[in-house]
């Protein structure tokens, strides 16, 4: 479980292929406190830490998830947003994040807000999955590559989330253009709430 306050962005450093899987390595300031077998959310995917060596700990992605994420994308010298998993200890600063991407979405513009930025996201889901709570609400919760944002403007399939100076420079918003793909998770509770009125 996560909160979808990003701790900081790693760098990927190396990409394998193993079947239809594939192993990444990346780096970053946490990585000595890193245990084999300890989840991390990547750009808001969950993934298993299987390997640390040398200040580097490696990850691997099935199928299922490239298909849903933009991991598959990602080349060495990327930034990835990474969040450990929540302690239960502490503050929700964000909102429940449960690391399991829905979707991909395309940055479609991007427009200046007086120091901060408004990013327009838009995806594609079938009618039947936005039934079953796969859409985005006005000042609801959405995540973007791991960041816990607020939906601003939904309409149809697309939605805007405004970005203050702060995560901009401490995530990879900073390297977000129209045209990029992103990783999307809706808010779980958006989708039991879809789930009970089917009853």
Do not use: W
């Not at 010298?77 to 449960?98: A, F, P, Y």
């Not at 601003?152 to 401490?170: D, M, R, S």
């Not at 253009?177 to 879809?194: M, P, R």
């Amino acid at each position: 479980m996560f909160s979808g306050i990003v701790e900081e962005f790693a760098t990927v450093v190396d990409v394998k292929h193993d079947r239809e899987n594939i192993d990444f390595s990346l780096r970053c300031s946490f990585c000595d406190e890193l245990k084999i077998d300890q989840s991390v959310a990547h750009n808001g995917v969950c993934l298993t830490v299987v390997k640390i060596e040398d200040g580097v700990y490696t990850v691997t992605a099935m199928k299922e998830t490239l298909y849903r994420s933009n991991l598959g994308m990602l080349k060495v010298g990327d930034k990835v947003n990474v969040e450990r998993s929540m302690l239960m200890n502490g503050r929700l600063d964000g909102h429940i994040v449960q690391g399991h991407v829905d979707c991909t979405a395309q940055c479609t513009a991007i427009e200046d807000a007086d120091g901060s930025k408004y990013f327009t996201f838009e995806y594609r889901i079938a009618p039947e999955m936005a039934s079953k709570g796969y859409f985005t609400v006005e000042k609801g919760s959405v995540t973007v590559n791991g960041v816990s944002l607020t939906v601003c403007n939904p309409h149809g399939n697309a939605f805007q989330v405004a970005i203050i100076p702060y995560t901009l420079e401490h995530t990879n918003f900073q390297d977000i253009q129209v045209g990029s793909t992103v990783n999307i998770e809706f808010d779980i509770l958006g989708k039991y709430i879809a789930r009970l009125q089917s009853l």
